[in-house]
């Protein structure tokens, strides 16, 4: 089982690591200007260099960083003073990072490449390491190394791997640990110096790089070493570090009116300067010291950087710039993105595990993977409670005893904090109210078996007085709960409004009325009630058969019937669209109907003419006439 243990300097007091910059001066390439100017950098010393101002060319503008390096330094003095510095701390469980940067044509690639005669930072770098490894090797017997490398370069945002060109784009992703990964990465074991040769200088040859105007071999990626250094320990509790070295050739910010680049190369271009930019975001945000976001997920170059600006690694960088005029403004632009970087502080720390000693295929695959200790973890947290406390008993005396106790106690509080007992009152709660239910149910079978009692009492007592009422028992109890029973009892009928049908009886008064001509105020109502009810009958299917219409004509003062018929038919003839309107069962459809035709036809010579009308039947008719005569007779 592998556990992660802190580890803290001889202080106690975890330790803080300030990015150390490094500006190196590429030597004057060519002619002089036509203008005789010489160059716009000059070095004042180790450490200060000064340029032109560009607004005020007698004056200059002066910086000051860790190291500067003039046009005469060689490669080893830059290893020497920026580099080697930070190398032993790769055995110890620390990880460090070494980038170039700078503009196109200043001399990065051959500041971390060099030649054959003048190797640069990365030979030099893994030599050393190399070199190390080998007198702690002597120095210490109870430790082993194991060395791998994996090389590889982001290309137009598309991560690649060197030693092995076939594969696809690869994803970075971040373990639990915080750390930053790359699935499906090749990592390659290494004996030494001359190993890692055999696999670097080939795979450096698939680097992407092509001509322009500026350099003759330009690089169109950014490429990455990774040296990564596991310390095992060969005896009891087997601990285990894990450094890493990353070393960097960025690709150079390019103008591309300069350049001249087109096409695939103005593409390249742009995802180079679209990751530099994003780089220098991501110093300006470390600098203003804020809570706020740094944006290192924007670009795949500041994702893989993340360790070395702001994270946990020491770091250099060595900023390579150009003398002259043409480069003026790159210079400028690198020197004060040197002087931000700067003031960036990392916060190192040991990555140590302590390891039970695992025999067979699993201690090859732990130690091929770098000791990262995963298999041992998730069989931590699938059996915690049988596994926890195993390290107490299995090495009474490692120094991991101490953290896996803080552990249990913490889990055993945990366990027993405030959420463990509010579990504890529920289930007090729950426990309660059923006992609860359970007295009202003993409660509720003694009421049932009182109320079956009382009706077998209530039944003889019915059967010796013979009372047929008394037959239902007194206590009902196979009724359903809040079931109502249906009543027997006649309920009272609504009030409804019967219109009757009309009768000659109802017309009878009518027609006396009609010879006194004296009508009474009861009959006026009556009147009023059969004029409602005859204004009603436009759409009902009972009207009077013509048998009753010769019955109650007959009925009528012959006088007054023809006076009406006649003043009915001259409202038709010359009556407005309003009054015919008035007439009864003549609405606004009608009344239209009734002018069309007497426009067309002339007027009505007899009331039968009317028949004539669309929509007007002999039924409909008769109810016209009697409806209308009623009407007029009742004025």
């Known amino acids: 089982m592998a556990q992660r243990v802190a580890v803290n300097d001889a202080a106690g007091v975890k330790r803080t690591s300030r990015v150390r910059v490094a500006v190196r001066l590429r030597p004057y390439i060519g002619k002089e200007d036509e203008k005789g100017e010489g160059p716009c950098v000059r070095g004042l010393g180790p450490q200060t260099l000064e340029i032109i101002n560009w607004r005020n060319a007698t004056e200059t503008l002066q910086y000051q960083f860790d190291v500067f390096h003039g046009e005469q330094t060689t490669q080893q003095e830059v290893f020497l003073s920026s580099v080697k510095p930070i190398t032993p701390h790769i055995l110890n469980g620390q990880n460090a990072s070494v980038f170039a940067y700078g503009p196109t044509g200043a001399g990065k690639t051959h500041t971390m490449l060099g030649s054959q005669e003048h190797p640069g930072v990365i030979p030099r770098a893994v030599r050393e390491v190399f070199q190390l490894v080998r007198i702690q090797e002597r120095d210490q017997d109870e430790w082993q190394f194991s060395v791998g490398m994996s090389y590889l370069e982001i290309y137009n945002e598309k991560v690649l791997d060197l030693l092995s060109p ?148 020491h770091s250099v960088m060595i900023t390579n710039i150009a003398p002259e005029y043409k480069f003026y403004f790159d210079t400028f632009t690198a020197l004060n993105f040197a002087a931000k970087s700067k003031h960036i502080v990392n916060r190192p720390f040991v990555r140590e595990t302590v390891m039970a000693p695992v025999n067979g295929k699993r201690a090859r695959e732990e130690q091929e993977a770098g000791g990262s200790g995963e298999p041992q973890n998730k069989r931590l947290n699938v059996g915690k409670k049988a596994e926890l406390p195993s390290p107490l008993h299995t090495h009474p005396h490692s120094p991991a005893d101490s953290s896996v106790l803080d552990r249990l106690l913490a889990l055993e509080k945990m366990m027993l904090g405030s959420p463990e007992r509010e579990r504890l009152n529920l289930l007090k709660t729950v426990a309660q109210s059923r006992r609860e239910i359970q007295k009202l149910k003993e409660k509720q079978k003694e009421l049932e078996e009182k109320a079956s009692m009382l009706n077998k009492v209530a039944g003889g007592q019915s059967a010796v007085m013979g009372k047929k009422d008394s037959e239902a028992p007194l206590f009902r109890t196979d009724l359903n709960l809040l079931h109502r029973k249906e009543s027997t009892a006649a309920r009272p009928k609504k009030q409804q409004a019967v219109v009757t049908p009309l009768q000659v009886s109802q017309v009878q008064p009518l027609q006396q009325c009609a010879v006194v001509c004296k009508p009474s105020q009861a009959l006026g109502k009556k009147k009023k009630h059969i004029q409602k009810i005859s204004d009603g009958k436009e759409n009902s299917s009972k009207e009077p058969s013509s048998g009753e219409e010769v019955n109650w004509e007959s009925r009528l003062d012959s006088s007054l019937l023809e006076q009406s018929k006649q003043k009915i038919l001259q409202t038709l003839n010359s009556g407005s669209l309003k009054e015919l309107k008035s007439l009864q069962l003549i609405g606004d459809k009608k009344a239209k109907l009734i002018l069309g035709w007497r426009e067309i036809n002339g007027d009505f010579t007899q009331m039968e003419d009317l028949k004539k009308i669309e929509g007007i039947t002999a039924k409909r008719f008769s109810s016209f006439i009697k409806a209308n005569i009623l009407s007029a007779m009742g004025q």
């Not at 105007?213 to 490429?223: E, F, P």
């Not at 509790?237 to 680049?261: F, I, M, W």
């Not at 991501?282 to 203003?288: H, K, M, T």
């Open 166 to 313: 076939s594969s696809q784009d690869l994803p970075i992703r971040e373990d639990k640990d915080k750390n930053i990964v790359i699935p499906g990465l090749t990592h390659t074991p290494l004996s030494s110096f001359s190993d890692f040769d055999a696999h670097f200088v080939p795979a450096s040859l698939n680097r992407t790089t092509a001509s322009t105007k500026l350099n003759q071999r330009s690089s169109r990626s950014h490429a990455i070493l990774l040296i990564k250094v596991v310390k095992s320990q060969r005896i009891p509790p087997h601990r285990q570090q894990t450094g890493k070295l990353y070393l960097v050739d960025l690709a150079g910010s390019e103008d591309n009116r300069r350049t001249g680049n087109q096409g695939i190369r103005l593409k390249e271009s742009g995802a180079i300067n679209l990751s530099l930019f994003t780089l220098s975001k991501v110093v300006d945000s470390l600098n203003a010291g804020a809570a706020g976001r740094v944006p290192y997920r924007d670009s795949k170059l500041t994702r893989l950087l993340q360790d070395s600006l702001g994270g946990s690694a």
